[in-house]
């Protein structure tokens, strides 16, 4: 998504908010290719070509990515895309394979700075279609622990 309005999570704001730990082209995850990160490389190349892909038209910067599907809007890991005699494959969280690479798993949230610049957050986009006040996991617990 490239229209993201990350803000801080916090427990007074966000005190509704819920998470859908699903996957889905519903929820934002059909998409042809995302990056990757090195620590997670060795559980990637298990189950996903890599490749890298150039940053900039010069093709000086390149970043690796796990390729998902072969057309824009394609994702070959969703279930729903599946065909029947795959029913092995088929899990409740709807990704089929072993692993789901860290920026899908992620979800709407984000790893961000806190305004003063020295303190790590967690931040969510509230626009991520895998949010709801009404369906999904609740973030928070009624008085506003964490779930």
Do not use: C
């Not at 990757?36 to 000086?60: G, R």
């Amino acid at each position: 998504m490239n229209n993201n309005n990350y803000t801080l999570l916090d427990n007074v704001t966000h005190k509704d908010l819920r998470v859908i730990p699903h996957y889905s082209a519903d929820f934002g995850d059909n998409v042809a290719s995302v990056p990757v990160f090195a620590t997670e490389l060795a559980n990637v190349i298990k189950h996903y070509p890599v490749l890298f892909y150039p940053t900039d038209k010069t093709a000086s910067d390149f970043t690796m990515v796990a390729l998902l599907g072969l057309e824009a809007g394609e994702n070959l890991f969703l279930n729903e895309t599946l065909p029947e005699s795959y029913q092995a494959l088929r899990q409740q969280s709807g990704w089929a394979a072993d692993y789901v690479p860290a920026t899908v798993a992620r979800g709407p949230f984000a790893i961000g700075l806190h305004e003063n610049g020295n303190q790590v957050m967690v931040h969510v986009d509230a626009s991520h279609p895998k949010l709801s006040t009404e369906q999904g996991k609740p973030l928070f617990l009624p008085k506003g622990g964490n779930s």
